[in-house]
Nanobody, 127 residues
Framework: QVHLVESGGGLVQPGGSLRLSCVVS????????MGWFRQAPGKEREFVLA????????LTGGPAKGRFTISRDNAKNTAYLHMNNLQPEDTAIYYC????????????????????WGQGTQVTVSS
């Protein structure tokens, strides 16, 4: 059984930075494309970033442009979300997800395109 565990969330002031981590166990991490989504109270889950199994291609969602990046370390079974210049509107629960979607189909930006999910980590941006 595949498990994803996010960490690194917390309270940060506007303009600050955070790095979220997602450790995957119970499966072959290098088989998965990895994605990050977020969900604010009362809103739908929103795509942030995704990365192919080898890091060779990435897909960027609207919230991430110019501020967030994604990376992965297959030796550590871990994906990362690097967030800079955080703003109050970035406050949300951040989820990582793993996808077995064939590479030929490209990276997904919809929740249904991902097979496994973590429990989420809260990010709060406030002064």
């Amino acid at each position: 059984q595949v498990h994803l565990v996010e960490s690194g969330g917390g309270l940060v002031q506007p303009g600050g930075s955070l790095r979220l981590s997602c450790v995957v166990s119970g499966g072959t991490f290098s088989r998965y494309a990895m994605g990050w989504f977020r969900q604010a109270p009362g809103k739908e889950r929103e795509f942030v970033l995704a990365i192919t199994w080898n890091g060779g291609d990435k897909l960027t969602g609207g919230p991430a442009k110019g501020r967030f990046t994604i990376s992965r370390d297959n030796a550590k079974n871990t994906a990362y979300l690097h967030m800079n210049n955080l703003q109050p509107e970035d406050t949300a629960i951040y989820y990582c997800a793993a996808s077995l979607r064939p590479l030929d189909y490209g990276l997904g930006d919809r929740p249904y395109e991902y097979d496994y999910w973590g429990q989420g980590t809260q990010v709060t941006v406030s002064s």
